[in-house]
């Protein structure tokens, strides 16, 4: 599927410091396509953290290319926005080259 939105993730999250219910409107259940750095990865759930911020959970395994440290382009459906916790999450999650 195209991205509805391409965005860096500081971006997203002004968007949400601004207003986070216009922003959950806007943006829930859309596919939006970010870029980041890999600051965390975890094989066993299938899921990367983009700067700290954006949760991404693939449906498949983890592509060996995928690292801490390393820049990437990733595309995905976006679930919710955690307050809590200060993290955006994403599922069928897939890398754009």
Excluded at 15 to 28: G, I, P, R
Excluded at 30 to 44: A, L, M, R, S
Excluded at 82 to 93: C, P, R, S
Aim: charge should be negative; avoid cysteine.
């Amino acid at each position: 599927a195209q991205a509805d939105f391409s965005l860096t993730v500081s971006a997203l999250q002004k968007e949400f410091a601004e207003n986070d219910s216009l922003a959950t409107v806007k943006y829930q259940n859309k596919v939006i396509q970010i870029q980041g750095v890999i600051t965390n990865v975890d094989v066993e759930s299938k899921s990367i953290v983009v700067d700290d911020k954006v949760y991404a959970q693939f449906d498949t395994n983890l592509p060996s290319v995928v690292e801490t440290k390393k820049k990437i382009t990733i595309k995905g459906r976006f679930l919710a926005y955690d307050d809590l916790v200060e993290e955006f999450k994403m599922d069928q999650t897939t890398i754009i080259e």
